[in-house]
Nanobody
């Protein structure tokens, strides 16, 4: 079992930056593929980024490549998402997720555990 708690969301102007954190509890964090997703009102949940258990493999959604960076610190049971050059259309609730088993993937149905989300609002 893995429990996930996101933090770091807030209000930022377009072009600004935020760093999200996902604190995990449970014995399997260090062995789990992790991911970030986001969901805006009235829209489907969208893949943002994923990272392997070692941090050696990552993948990003096309819309965030070159601006967002996913990372993790297994010693602290924490995953991060550094978001730069934010755009108003990226306003959403951002969720972290963990897989029990399996490699990195953008499929949200492949993740077994989800946090409650942290709201990111980007003003124009």
């Amino acid at each position: 079992q893995v429990q996930l708690v996101e933090s770091g969301g807030g209000l930022v102007q377009a072009g600004g930056s935020l760093r999200l954190s996902c604190a995990a509890s449970g014995r399997t964090f260090s062995g789990s593929t992790m991911g970030w997703f986001r969901q805006a009102p009235g829209k489907e949940r969208e893949f943002v980024a994923t990272i392997s258990w070692s941090g050696g493999s990552t993948n990003y959604g096309d819309s965030v490549k070159g601006r967002f960076t996913i990372s993790r610190d297994n010693a602290k049971n924490t995953m991060y998402l550094q978001m730069n050059s934010l755009k108003p259309e990226e306003t959403a609730n951002y969720y972290c997720a963990a897989r029990r088993l399996g490699p990195i993937t953008s499929r949200n149905d492949a993740y077994d555990y989800w946090g409650q989300g942290t709201q990111v609002t980007v003003s124009s």
